[in-house]
């Protein structure tokens, strides 16, 4: 029977996402809660990120920057309480053409092996429209979808727009980034831009030092160009301290689980 700290004790939660670094922006604390809840948190990643950017060369002595992110997600994993991470080999860059039947079938066999009560993958954005981000939300709604009445419940991820704004802010007032920052090239304001609004959020204000410390993990991903690397506990807490989320098909609410179970409805607050 499980027991009252972890009552997700033999539950099991499969994260799809396209790049190291994705699991720990996307929904860092959110894994690691359901790892302390008891659940086993399965992470499986399409790509190795060598299309990545270098904050440093001397990161990647060798120049095999695949390597070197496999073990930051690896580095980033433990640090979140990921029980097995899967890396796959698909071409960065080009995962929403390249290797389709193969993803799938990859994604399925996940679903078959570890037998999910939950998986979690992008929305139709891809957190900022990111087209090997949303390659990996088309395989794994195909994926599930093919499983019919098996399938478990289909998590989207999403972000809220101006939270990664706010992050620049906060870096640029403390002498940081200047106040055009960008992160990993991308422009604060796209990140949640035309997104569907989530239904949930998990608030993960006691996590949130996990997921920075996961999101450093991702050292060739966080030079001090990058606002995240600026901010302190305090404003990761009241920043990235919330995670949002929709479920795939679900417009009635339906029965709460294993995620539901962590979550507050959301209600659109700034509006
Ligand atoms: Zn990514």
């Known amino acids: 029977m499980p027991d009252d700290s972890r009552p997700l004790e033999g539950r099991t939660v499969l994260a799809v996402f396209a790049h ?3 699991e720990s922006l996307a929904c860092g604390g959110t894994l690691a809660r359901l790892s302390d809840a008891g659940a086993r948190v399965v992470l499986m990643c399409a790509s190795r990120g060598e299309r990545g950017s ?6 990647v002595p060798d120049g095999d920057l695949a390597g070197v992110r496999t073990r930051e997600l690896q580095d980033a994993a433990a640090v979140l309480g990921v029980a097995d991470v899967i890396v796959l080999d698909h071409p960065d860059g080009e995962l929403r053409w390249a290797h389709v039947p193969q993803l799938h079938a990859e994604i399925v066999a996940a679903v078959e092996q570890y037998r999910p009560d939950a998986v979690i993958t992008f929305a139709e954005d891809g957190l900022y429209w990111h087209l090997d981000h949303i390659g990996v939300h088309e395989r794994t709604y195909t994926a599930l979808g093919s499983l019919g009445s098996e399938a478990p419940p289909l998590y989207y991820v999403t ?3 101006g939270v990664m704004h706010d992050i620049v802010e906060a870096a640029h007032a403390k002498g940081g980034v200047p106040p055009d920052s960008r992160f990993w090239g991308i422009a604060a304001d796209a990140f949640g831009e035309a997104a569907k609004p989530p239904s949930f959020s998990i608030d993960v204000r006691d996590w949130v030092a996990r997921k920075l ?3 450093r993990c991702h ?4 030079g001090r160009d990058n606002p995240i ?3 302190d506990e305090d404003e990761a807490r009241r920043l990235l301290g919330t995670e949002y989320f929709r479920r795939e098909g679900a417009e009635d609410g339906s029965a709460a689980d294993v995620l539901e179970q962590l979550g507050d409805r959301y209600a659109t607050r700034n509006a």
């Open 20 to 22: 190291p670094d994705d």
């Open 159 to 161: 972000m809220v727009q």
């Open 213 to 215: 410390a996961a999101l």
């Open 229 to 231: 690397a600026w901010i």
């Open 219 to 222: 050292k060739t991903q966080m």
């Open 54 to 59: 270098v904050s440093d060369p001397a990161l």
